[in-house]
């Protein structure tokens, strides 16, 4: 009880409370704003692959009811009497991460995403014992440590998918030094990650090849994306033509699938970075590494100070998702249709609209 005594501010939202995968409305309570607190009344909530598999209970560890949602722009309605960075009608957003230790190494060098402490935007649990609640509702109260600045060129519904998926491929770019122009870039995967890697490519001068297992996508790649290539890693004849010819890969799938022939596709020091989370381990035999002194590694969406970089490069840039805008009556259907891939490329739910479900 004493853990959720100051959680008196009763919130409407839409919420899983079994693995059936479905949403419904659920009201339930937030804490008061504290002194380091801002108040963000929620306009748009991006729809991330996660949050279906928290639904469905998928990785074991949901705790219903959930509700889910960790691509979150909004306004701030209010400010504790700590807080300098934000004010009242300030354009914000909070993206997955939403406590962590402070104290750590990670934290202290604003890498607060590898903290041992780190606590999610949903279906964690904050300092006070609480479990959090996501961005499919109408408000949120966040530690203005965790609240990020929406420039005032980037629309905020566009501005929500970047909160996670752009990040979490803006990141391991930076990191590995990808955005080198004139170097050549693969994006596995052409979905809400798979496309921003894409255009961030674009962005920064990088020959950019999508490699897929749809020959289907090659049009959207080439016409809608500007991607300079397409391979379908299903036919041996084009991943051979293809063979270390790339300097970075970028993995954005959540299926399983081998690493084996994608890693042909690296010129010899080649990294691969993953980012999707498949459920199972993936193939990764040892030959492609070895003779192309390969490296593969992982990466997990970003720290604060460079989800604030990250957002204001792509207003800068004029980076934005493409996405298709949808209001709470539809987001269940919209889940059905994220769990098919059927969407170009992000949902966002307009949080605001008259059409409840």
């Not at 964690?124 to 499919?136: A, E, L, P, Q, V």
């Not at 566009?158 to 752009?166: D, I, S, V, W, Y």
């Not at 770019?173 to 921003?196: D, E, I, S």
Request: with cysteine; charged share 20%; proline share 5%.
């Amino acid at each position: 009880m004493e853990a959720t005594a100051n959680h008196t501010q009763i919130v409407t939202g839409w919420a899983g409370k079994d693995s059936s995968g479905k949403v419904m409305p659920y009201v339930f309570k937030r804490r008061e704003n504290g002194p380091e607190d801002v108040t963000i009344k929620v306009l748009f909530c991006g729809m991330c692959h996660t949050d279906l598999h928290y639904l469905k209970n998928d990785w074991g560890i949901t705790m219903y009811p959930v509700v889910p949602g960790h691509e979150i722009t909004g306004v701030v309605t209010k400010v504790g009497s700590g807080v300098t960075n934000f004010k009242v009608g300030d354009r914000v957003g909070v993206g997955c991460i939403y406590a962590s230790c402070l104290n750590c190494e990670f934290c202290e060098s604003s890498e607060e995403n590898y903290c041992d402490q780190v606590q999610f935007t949903y279906n964690g649990i904050f300092w006070d014992g609480s479990i959090t609640y996501g961005g499919y509702s109408e408000m949120l109260v966040a530690n203005n440590r965790y609240v990020i600045h929406v420039p005032d060129n980037l629309p905020l519904e566009a501005a929500a998918p970047l909160l996670c998926a752009g990040i979490t491929v803006y990141s391991p770019m930076k990191h590995h030094n990808m955005l080198q122009a004139g170097k050549k870039l693969g994006v596995v995967g052409l979905g809400g990650l798979g496309h921003v890697a894409v255009k961030f490519g674009k962005a920064f001068g990088l020959h950019v090849t999508v490699i897929s297992t749809s020959p289907t996508k090659e049009r959207e790649a080439k016409e809608r994306l500007n991607a300079d290539g397409f391979i379908v890693s299903t036919d041996p004849k084009q991943m051979q033509a293809a063979s270390k010819s790339l300097d970075y890969i970028i993995d954005t799938v959540s299926a399983h699938h081998s690493l084996g022939p994608v890693l042909e596709l690296l010129k010899v020091n080649g990294k691969l970075v993953l980012v999707g989370a498949p459920d199972k381990p993936l193939d990764l035999p040892s030959f492609p590494l070895i003779f192309g002194k390969r490296t593969v590694s992982g990466s997990m969406t970003g720290g604060i100070k460079e989800t604030q970089e990250m957002l204001d490069l792509c207003a800068k840039h004029n980076i934005t998702p493409d996405i298709e805008i949808v209001a709470p009556n539809y987001i269940n259907e919209a889940l059905a249709r994220l769990a098919r891939n059927d969407v170009r490329y992000r949902f966002v739910i307009d949080i605001a609209s008259k059409s409840k479900l």
